[in-house]
């Protein structure tokens, strides 16, 4: 079932909005986190967290960051399966927007997202900024 996902939350140079994509399926869902910068990143870290609901597994991850330039992790912890992006040292991210997509099995019948969450933490020249939101 999708989600609309929420407005989007802002702080400084950085947003970011969740949302569970519209092709999710009855037993298989990937939610979406969007970023958007207007500084130039040095340091980018996000981070999803999906609640272990009956029978969730990970499939997958990708951003519109090319996968080299990004270090990627799935791991789970209790009660949570946590996908973690984290920008290369001396990789550079103009602003724009990006998305981060993780994706995951569930049981049949349609999954509430509503105990997921998301956080990405930036660092521009002189600047930090953090958001974090649902989904």
Same mark, same amino acid.
């Given at each position: 079932m999708a989600s609309?996902?929420?407005s989007g939350v802002e702080r400084g140079?950085?947003?970011a909005s969740g949302a569970v994509d519209?092709?999710?399926i009855d037993n298989w869902a990937q939610s979406n986190v969007t970023v958007r910068n207007s500084e130039t990143l040095t340091a980018l870290e996000v981070r999803v967290r999906i609640a272990l609901t009956p029978y969730v597994t990970s499939t997958g991850m990708w951003s519109t960051i090319p996968a080299e330039h990004l270090v *990627? *992790? @799935?791991e789970q912890q209790p009660g949570v399966l946590v996908y973690t992006f *984290?920008?290369?040292p001396a @990789?550079? =991210?103009?602003p724009g927007s990006y998305i981060f997509a993780v994706q995951y099995g569930h049981a049949v019948g349609g999954r509430d997202p509503s105990r997921d969450s998301y956080q %990405? =933490? %930036?660092t521009a020249e002189v600047a930090r900024a953090e958001v974090d939101g649902g989904f």
């Open positions: 609309p996902g929420n140079f950085l947003w519209p092709q999710s *990627t *992790t @799935v *984290t920008l290369k @990789v550079r =991210i103009t %990405a =933490i %930036a």
